[in-house]
T-cell receptor, first 114, second 112 residues
Framework: GAVVSQHPSWVICKSGTSVKIECRSL??????MFWYRQFPKQSLMLMAT?????????EQGVEKDKFLINHASLTLSTLTVTSAHPEDSSFYIC??????????FGSGTRLTVV | QQQVKQSPQSLIVQKGGISIINCAYE??????FPWYQQFPGKGPALLIA?????SEKKEGRFTISFNKSAKQFSLHIMDSQPGDSATYFC???????????FGQGTRLTINP
């Protein structure tokens, strides 16, 4: 089946620094990648949709300058949280879409900003 | 119209029992209905999915029942085991790189 590798699985950073999260589709080409944020005991909240080679589409209320998404190739998408603050602490999950396998999720990244 | 409503919010079932989680949707354009299982600190994993041209799909102990006219679908877990204790999410999408719309999630606990 399809696999999406997400790294790092957890990261702690100081307030004001930037953090990059990577997602790679290992055995399929993800033309579209989705980035989610999940708060404890809540559902997944879609942040943005990225298509390879074009600008990401952000959901309403998501700051595009804070959450930079790059989808430079069919197998790699990155989310950079810029100038992170404690309120950005959350669980971030990516997902790649493939016609054969549907939507495959990464294992998630726990971001803690101190 | 993009919402998917999931119930119950939490569910406790005895080992060996049947766990049933329900979802309802409004957008009749949805053509893909997956169920995901999520363990703490992990990403969601696809359990089983169905398309609206069938009314039921079974994979092992997991069954999706789909009622197109009522715009409802449900997940049945037969012979529930403690290892099934997790959070379950239903979702819906218009497939073709369209975003998934998630239900609110159900925290399932299987008592030994």
């Amino acid at each position: 089946g399809a696999v999406v590798s997400q790294h790092p699985s957890w990261v702690i950073c100081k307030s004001g620094t930037s953090v990059k999260i990577e997602c790679r589709s290992l055995d399929f080409q993800a033309t579209t990648m989705f980035w989610y944020r999940q708060f404890p005991k809540q559902s997944l909240m879609l942040m943005a949709t990225s298509n390879e080679g074009s600008k990401a589409t952000y959901e309403q209320g998501v700051e595009k300058d804070k959450f930079l998404i790059n989808h430079a190739s069919l197998t790699l998408s990155t989310l950079t949280v810029t100038s992170a603050h404690p309120e950005d602490s959350s669980f971030y999950i990516c997902s790649g879409e493939d016609r054969a396998y549907g939507y495959t999720f990464g294992s998630g990244t726990r971001l803690t900003v101190v | 119209q993009q919402q998917v409503k999931q119930s119950p919010q939490s569910l406790i079932v005895q080992k060996g029992g049947i766990s049933i989680i329900n979802c309802a949707y409004e957008n009749t354009a949805f053509d893909y209905f997956p169920w995901y299982q999520q363990f703490p600190g992990k990403g969601p994993a696809l359990l089983i999915a169905i398309r609206p041209d069938v009314s039921e799909k079974k994979e092992g102990r997991f069954t999706i029942s789909f009622n197109k006219s009522a715009k409802q679908f449900s997940l049945h877990i037969m012979d529930s085991q403690p290892g099934d204790s997790a959070t379950y999410f239903c979702a819906a999408a218009i497939q073709g790189a369209q975003k998934l719309v998630f239900g609110q999630g159900t925290r399932l606990t299987i008592n030994p």
